[in-house]
């Protein structure tokens, strides 16, 4: 999937050449988001979608945006273990720290910040 390649690449950059530290975890995390929202906008959209992928405004989170051409606005559903798909959002929303729906013309964005790890601080005291 092409959205999965995009976000690896960035996220390499990332680690790369900002230094941000990415646990495996967290990386896997972000592609799983990326390929949720880029799979419901496939899905439900009829027409293009767009995919951008960046570091939030206060660097501390991961910056998942999907656009699409459908003014439908995403729906969450209840959880239900017993049924099959439809839980894109519910898994989207578990592992990030927000999710906005903006409508636009045409259509909507969905954009989802994927918290990153912080430097722990060591500090101390002198007497």
């Known amino acids: 999937m092409e959205g999965r390649t995009a976000s690896s690449t960035f996220l390499s950059e990332v680690r790369e050449t900002d230094g941000v530290p990415l646990p495996d975890r967290l990386v896997g995390d972000i592609q799983l988001v990326v390929s949720e929202l880029v799979t419901n906008a496939i899905r439900h959209a009829p027409g293009p979608c767009g995919l951008q ?5 206060d ?7 999907v656009w699409d051409t459908s003014s439908r606005m995403p729906t969450p559903r ?3 273990a017993c ?4 839980h894109g959002l ?3 929303r578990a592992v990030s ?7 636009g013309s ?3 964005q969905v954009t989802a910040e994927i918290e990153l ?3 722990v601080r060591s500090e101390s005291a002198s007497w």
């Open 83 to 86: 049924r099959i798909g439809g």
């Open 97 to 103: 720290r927000s999710v906005i729906v903006q409508s």
């Open 53 to 57: 992928v960046d570091l939030s405004a």
């Open 59 to 65: 660097g501390r989170a991961v910056r998942v945006a």
């Open 90 to 92: 519910e898994i989207v």
């Open 117 to 119: 790890p912080q430097p």
């Open 78 to 80: 209840p959880r239900d």
């Open 106 to 108: 045409p259509g909507k």
